[in-house]
């Protein structure tokens, strides 16, 4: 049975991250919206600060949870290469998801 393995919230997932905001500013955690990190500052493979445009926030720990690069054509033409036609596949995706996913950070990290 499905209940046996799922986990369901009353009120469904929103009341369940509404719950997670609520939590996360008890323990003084700042939250911000439209807040895109566009660097961050990594010193000896430990993080020191993030970049939000040019305002630097500090902090003792990062959980970067920024998706792929799915919405990134460029990256994904440089993944997926060139056919023996000599046409890129990645052209013919459709993108899925959202349009924030490009990469911007997970590419600093793999660099």
Known sequence: HVARTNAFF???GKALVNAYYRSAEKLGVQIRY?????KLD???????AAYVGQER????TCVLAAGG??????WLKEAW???QFGESPADNFLIRGTRY??????KQLII
């Not at 926030?57 to 003792?60: E, F, P, R």
């Not at 996913?101 to 997970?106: F, I, Q, T």
């Open 81 to 83: 290469g060139i056919n």
């Open 34 to 38: 439209n807040a895109t990190v566009d």
């Open 10 to 12: 009353m009120g469904g």
């Open 69 to 74: 690069f799915e919405s990134n054509r460029e």
């Open 101 to 106: 996913n490009k990469g911007v950070l997970l």
């Open 42 to 48: 990594i010193q000896d493979g430990q993080f020191v």
């Open 57 to 60: 926030i500090t902090a003792k």
